[in-house]
């Protein structure tokens, strides 16, 4: 079992910035694959950025490449989620997700994740 916790969201100006974390928990953090996913409302859960646990370069949505930024703390148990140039469409509820699936697909997949937090609402005002 795997527990998530997100933080960081909140109100923000066009333009600006935030961080989101997302602390796990559980001893095999290393393990799980980790994702980044948002939610708008009226719309479908969409893939933000995540990273397959064997490591290498984070995976990006074309809406935030250039923008946001994805990071990973084995030691803290934690993935972080730097959002600059924030636009009043990257408005959503974010989830954190992890999973025991590795591969471009399945890191992008919102489907192929087997544990959510509870989301931390992000809001860009115009």
């Known amino acids: 079992q795997v527990q998530l916790v997100e933080s960081g969201g909140g109100l923000v100006q066009d333009g600006g910035s935030l961080r989101l974390s997302c602390a796990a928990s559980g001893r095999t953090f290393s393990t799980y694959s980790m994702g980044w996913f948002r939610q708008a409302p009226g719309k479908e859960r969409e893939f933000v950025a995540g990273?397959?646990?064997?490591?290498?370069?984070?995976y990006y949505g074309d809406v935030v490449k250039g923008r946001f930024s994805f990071t990973r703390d084995n030691a803290k148990n934690t993935v972080y989620l730097q959002m600059d140039s924030l636009k009043p469409e990257d408005t959503a509820v974010y989830y954190c997700?992890?999973?025991?699936?590795?591969?471009?697909?399945?890191?992008?997949?919102?489907?192929?994740?087997?544990?959510w937090g509870q989301g931390t609402q992000v809001t860009v005002a115009a």
């Open positions: 997700a992890a999973g025991q699936l590795s591969g471009r697909r399945a890191v992008m997949s919102a489907k192929t994740y087997n544990y």
């Open positions: 990273i397959s646990w064997t490591g290498g370069t984070p």
